[in-house]
């Protein structure tokens, strides 16, 4: 014992004390940052048993198409979320977008020159994309201009969109959507059911949007002006980061992302109604909460957000498969949320407790290392 101070203790007895709760709580934040993938493995897993056409590659192909439509909405969402917004309106932008490639499609009458244009089909995509990044213009320009509530706008907009949907037919649907060769207007469909090297147009897409996001929000500027403007926009604006612009941009990103879901989805059925992608938007933030996403804003990514999107695909679809009611998918999907939010909070709730005012961080415990956030870059 020393003679002024407090008993010396060997650095080499408290080095193995905290070695072995550490490596616990490592394994731990590992099983909860992992969560989405481990997840889908689960699901695969059990409707393989369950179904012996559930594990066939023809099968997974086709459920990718699927989840596809749900995973281009999730990665629009996720820009938002990082944000510390929401849009509900993705859904109903979907819809829209839809709605006016088919309105373009079936041909656009110019009664003044006793002519119908028949556009082509690149033209159709442009043109569906641009109502999408119009849709989240005004989105943008309502929350970082007006300050309006995320929350509200997106609202608004969600009813707007749809009844500008519901408006263009009066509730009907555009059908046959194939077009025809002699007008020049075919080859929409081919998003839908055409595949290169055996893999879906639509999986194709998804893949190329989510590799174009990934660069952004790792490689590019903009990442991290979005990454500090979600984590704390205050201290973003004080750092120089254009905190408005930003915030504009990623919701125009999440309604041209929505604009592409509707016209894969559009050209999957070969029809377009003014209802399609009605509920789409929960999906899309249970996506973005499945694959580890904090609602408050800032932490994220890309990899984490298509998991998810394929965890609730390949549920819902594992569920058809099988025989399962519609009432007990809703239940077992909605399951599924609400255990990702409860380890979501789990995960984030050491970051909270640390970014409260009122000065110092409060002294950690082992449970502070189970649920610290990882150290690893944003998006990477």
């Given at each position: 014992m020393s003679r002024n101070g407090p008993p010396i203790v060997s650095s080499?007895?408290?080095?193995?004390?905290?070695?072995?709760?550490?490596?616990?709580?490592?394994?731990?934040?590992?099983?909860?940052e992992g969560r989405a993938f481990m997840a889908l493995l689960v699901v695969i897993i059990v409707f393989s048993i369950l179904s012996k056409n559930?594990?066939?590659?023809?099968?997974m192909l086709t459920m990718s198409s699927h989840v596809a439509v749900y995973a281009l909405l999730a990665m629009g969402q996720l820009l938002v979320i990082l944000n510390g917004g929401i849009d509900l309106s993705v859904g109903s932008t979907l819809g829209l977008s839809g709605m006016v490639a088919g309105f373009l499609m079936q041909g656009v009458r110019l009664d003044a020159f006793g002519v119908i244009m028949y556009p082509a089909v690149w033209v159709v995509v442009i043109a569906s994309c641009l109502v999408g990044a119009l849709v989240g213009l005004v989105n943008g320009v309502l929350i970082s201009r007006f300050k309006v509530a995320p929350f509200v706008a997106t609202l608004g907009m969600l009813y707007v969109v749809r009844g500008f949907a519901l408006l263009m037919t009066n509730g009907l649907t555009y059908n046959d959507l194939g077009g025809r060769s002699d007008l020049g207007n075919t080859g929409f469909d081919w998003l839908g059911f055409n595949r290169i090297a055996g893999v879906p147009i639509g999986v194709l897409v998804m893949i190329l949007v989510a590799l174009a996001l990934s660069f952004l929000l790792s490689r590019a500027v903009f990442g991290r002006w979005l990454y500090a403007s979600g984590g704390n926009e205050r201290a973003a604006e004080l750092s120089g980061v254009p905190v408005k612009r930003v915030k504009i941009w990623v919701y125009v990103a999440s309604g041209v992302c929505s604009a592409i879901a509707g016209l894969i989805l559009s050209s999957e059925l070969t029809s377009a109604s003014p209802t399609a992608g009605t509920s789409y938007e929960l999906t899309a933030i249970a996506a973005v909460v499945v694959g580890g996403a904090a609602l408050t804003g800032g932490r994220g990514n890309i990899r984490g957000t298509l998991l998810g999107a394929f965890v609730i695909g390949f549920l819902s679809d594992g569920l058809v498969i099988i025989g399962v009611s519609v009432y007990w998918q809703t239940v077992f999907t909605g399951a599924v949320i609400v255990f990702a939010v409860l380890l979501n909070s789990i995960q984030y709730r050491g970051r909270s407790r640390r970014n409260q005012p009122g000065g110092q961080p409060p002294a950690t415990t082992p449970a502070d290392h189970l649920t610290e956030p990882a150290s690893e870059p944003p998006g990477r």
């Open positions: 080499a007895t408290n080095d193995v004390e905290r070695v072995k709760p550490a490596s616990r709580f490592a394994v731990g934040r590992l099983l909860i559930y594990l066939t590659v023809n099968n």
